[in-house]
């Protein structure tokens, strides 16, 4: 069998015709494999899922435990239909997994979901799957985008929290993932203090911390007067809510690789922005691209056109997906 008749795009999502299932579809399906549980690739009202047992457990959490008619946690390699299946780290956010598709006849196929080369304090790294087509995301998927070191990233905002000592810094953080990675960078970069959390963070924290991740002492921010020189964890959604105003004078962060980007952290009114992302830069996916040296190429999100114009500029067969919904959440 051909690439493009083991896998290929439709209006619910990616769809493998020889195990009859599809990845990270964008609405409701009979058989769905999910790579990570961010929810513009997890959704739930599926009748079968099967994901790494984090993901799971994170869409349970977030959906209820009937999201999905039944669930299987991947382990290993698994039969379905005319494929073997096996999943394997992306080093985005907890859980997050790279789907292999092995089947009876035909090129192995890797779909990499969201994915990120820089180590993470808070999930498995990602892991190179040697394949003949690798389908990549393209969310940052321009030269322009080169991220710097996440703990320098830290560092710059310690050394504001020492500038404005009686200020609380407010870093806004997607709720799952990038909130819990920013208290470990703290950690990391030697900040010990309570680190205060928005109540929309505290659910997925506590995962993370019954997982094993070690995030120091936390506390709900509940009471302004005792947070002023401190950090708290918000989703970037509060500032634009009532909940902000109650803090005097915060400095606003938010941790995204978007913050590259200047007009994005103006329009968000953003003090202190920090390039912290979770996804691969230009340079991290050029070099994954050369290193797993697949003979296809297949595009799913993001800046398209940048990625099929250095494949053609380096001799590599590929194509766009043209897929659609998975914008929403992840950075």
């Known amino acids: 069998m051909r690439a493009d008749e083991i896998l290929f795009p439709t209006d619910s999502g990616l769809y493998c015709a020889p195990g009859d299932f599809y990845i990270d579809p964008v609405r409701p399906v009979e058989r769905a494999l999910i790579t990570h549980g961010h929810s513009d690739h997890a959704r739930a009202g599926h009748g079968a899922v099967m994901a790494t047992r984090q993901t799971l457990d994170i869409m349970a959490i977030r959906y209820g435990e009937d999201f999905a008619g039944t669930r299987q946690a991947a382990e290993g390699e698994t039969r379905i239909g005319g494929v073997t ?17 092995v089947p009876d006849e035909g090129p192995r196929i890797t779909v990499s979901g969201d994915y990120c080369r820089t180590p993470n304090p808070v999930c498995a790294p990602w892991e190179p799957v040697p394949c003949d087509v690798f389908v990549t995301e393209a969310t940052f998927g321009l030269p322009v985008f080169r991220h710097p070191d996440p703990l320098e990233e830290t560092r710059r905002l310690l050394a504001s929290m020492a500038e404005f000592p009686d200020r609380a810094h407010l870093v806004g953080a997607y709720p799952l993932g990038k909130a819990q990675r920013m208290i470990a960078l703290l950690r990391q970069a030697g900040y010990d203090a309570p680190i205060h959390l928005h109540g929309a963070m505290e659910r997925l924290t506590d995962y993370h911390v019954a997982e094993g991740i070690e995030l120091g002492e936390l506390r709900p921010a509940t009471v302004p007067k005792e947070i002023e020189g401190q950090v708290v964890i918000a989703p970037p959604s509060a500032f634009a809510s009532p909940w902000v105003q109650r803090f005097r004078d915060p400095v606003i962060c938010f941790a995204s690789g978007w913050m590259a980007v200047r007009a994005r952290a103006r329009q968000r009114r953003v003090e202190l922005p920090l390039v912290i992302s979770d996804h691969v830069d230009w340079p991290q996916l050029t070099q994954t691209l050369k290193e797993l040296a697949a003979r296809e190429v297949w595009v799913t999100h993001g800046a398209e056109d940048g990625v099929l114009r250095w494949c053609e500029l380096n001799g590599i067969a590929s194509r766009p997906l043209r897929l659609v919904g998975y914008e929403d ?3």
Do not use: D, W
């Open 85 to 101: 299946v096996r999943f394997h780290p992306a080093g985005h956010i907890l859980g997050s997994a790279q789907v292999e598709i």
């Open 329 to 331: 959440e992840p950075e």
